[in-house]
């Protein structure tokens, strides 16, 4: 089991940045690939990136290549996303997400996940 609480999401102007925190606890929690997905209203739940369980692998949606980064700091078992550049159409629920399988290198479905954070909003305005 892993549970995890997300943290960091808010308003911002375009242009501006926000960094979103994951926390992870439970027994599989550092072995497992992390990401975090987001869904607009109305909208599927669409990937945005992912890293692997050790941290050394990221793989990113392409519209955030370049804008978004993730890291993971194993030692307290929380995953950051880094998101710079915002643009309005940014504006979701952001999900953290944890693999289902230990020792992932990545997710990028929903069928990749085993585990869901509560969600944390995401609101970037003109």
């Known amino acids: 089991q892993v549970q995890l609480v997300e943290s960091g999401g808010g308003l911002v102007q375009a242009g501006g940045s926000l960094r979103l925190s994951c926390a992870a606890s439970?027994?599989?929690?550092?072995?497992?690939?992390m990401g975090w997905f987001r869904q607009a209203p109305g909208k599927e739940r669409d990937f945005v990136g992912t890293?692997?369980?050790?941290?050394?692998?990221?793989y990113y949606a392409d519209f955030v290549k370049g804008r978004f980064a993730l890291s993971r700091d194993n030692a307290k078992n929380t995953v950051y996303l880094q998101m710079n550049r915002l643009k309005p159409e940014d504006t979701a629920v952001y999900y953290c997400?944890?693999?289902?399988?230990?020792?992932?290198?990545?997710?990028?479905?929903?069928?990749?996940?085993?585990?869901w954070g509560q969600g944390t909003q995401v609101t970037v305005s003109l």
């Open positions: 997400a944890a693999g289902r399988l230990p020792y992932g290198n990545r997710i990028t479905t929903i069928t990749d996940v085993g585990y």
């Open positions: 439970g027994r599989t929690a550092s072995t497992s690939a």
């Open positions: 890293v692997s369980w050790g941290g050394r692998s990221t």
